[in-house]
């Protein structure tokens, strides 16, 4: 008992313990749904606000699991739920094939289960079809990343986290044919500094999936900021090449480990002043999610609204 409980989650270096529902007791605490792609059943589980009777008119965030990590054990440790049961929106845990996505392909199974709950959870639930969400952890992170390049019309806003990893060529050309039609995504990509994606002294490499992650954000929406290098000279190797993001940095979560800030948010805005790309940098963070994460991601995802047009609206002050 005492162990199908107990989980230590990798937000430090030490790990932080925690509380683990066990699957049984997530069942009975979710309306756990099913929904038909080809000859693929998936599941998925979901939450509306004990406050409320049906989620109508609410926001929805979808939140996709990583590797190897079933969706019944990631919603002990992301608690968007419990988040969406004191802010008002509905919580929708997705479930991928074997626990795995599918990222090769724009059009595939995995994509078409993602659009399917949409429609579905809306038909359900009447939830409010401009404020959709979507978050993703690790490989839920490039299913996030690829759904929102891709298929930007489905979403007001995304955060993917610890993990993106590049594109294949699919998923890019699809990306190219959103973006010429000027579809923007707000999105907070975070990441922590002693994962894998880190340098060795936890520092923003300078080349790789992070900064091509960032360039390419830029480009989608329309972000004329510059970032730059400098040499970082290493107590543990070479001197070689970091990144310095020319964003607005915003320090927050202070606590007695971190006194001027362990999330070093990097807000880049476009010409019209709108903070379309939020690069979230958590101080020793290895691959997991730090306390105080997800509030930090819906501060950001609740400011967007995407209009019947495909136009966004920022409902932030």
Avoid: C
């Avoid at 509306?48 to 049906?54: H, T």
């Avoid at 926001?59 to 739920?81: C, K, M, V, Y």
């Avoid at 289960?113 to 993703?136: F, K, L, T």
């Avoid at 691959?287 to 920022?314: C, E, I, K, V």
Wanted: overall charge negative.
């Amino acid at each position: 008992n005492l162990f199908s409980r107990t989980a230590r989650w990798p937000t430090s270096a030490n790990g932080e313990l925690g509380v683990l529902m066990p699957k049984a007791e997530v069942e009975q605490a979710f309306d756990v749904k099913s929904i038909d792609i080809g000859d693929l059943t998936y599941t998925y589980y979901v939450h509306v606000p004990s406050n409320v009777e049906s989620g109508e008119g609410l926001p929805l965030l979808l939140s996709a699991h990583g590797a190897r990590f079933p969706a019944w054990q990631f919603i002990s440790q992301t608690n968007f739920h419990e988040l969406g049961e004191k802010e008002g929106f509905v919580t929708v845990y997705l479930q991928g094939q074997g626990n795995r996505w599918t990222v090769e392909d724009p059009n595939g199974p995995d994509a078409q289960y993602v659009a399917a709950v949409i429609e579905q959870v809306a038909a359900d639930y009447g939830i409010d079809r401009s404020r959709v969400y979507m978050h993703g952890f690790s490989f839920g992170s490039a299913l996030t990343y690829m759904m929102s390049i891709t298929r930007p019309d489905l979403f007001a806003a995304v955060a993917p986290t610890s993990g993106i990893g590049p594109m294949p060529e699919a998923v890019v050309a699809a990306a190219a044919e959103q973006s010429d039609k000027g579809l923007r995504i707000p999105m907070m990509i975070v990441y922590g500094s002693s994962d894998g994606g880190s340098s060795m002294d936890g520092m923003i490499p300078a080349q790789g999936v992070l900064r091509n992650a960032i360039d390419e954000m830029k480009a989608f929406n329309g972000i004329k900021t510059e970032d730059r290098t400098e040499l970082y000279d290493s107590r543990n190797g070479e001197p070689y090449q970091i990144l310095v993001p020319g964003a607005d940095l915003i320090e927050e979560a202070v606590d007695e480990r971190f006194p001027e800030g362990r999330f070093q948010n990097y807000a880049y805005s476009t010409d019209d002043g709108l903070n379309l790309l939020s690069f979230v940098w958590v101080l020793d963070m290895p691959h997991g999610q730090a306390p105080g994460q997800t509030d930090l991601m819906w501060d950001f995802l609740q400011q967007w609204q995407r209009n019947p047009d495909g136009s966004l609206r920022y409902l932030g002050d």
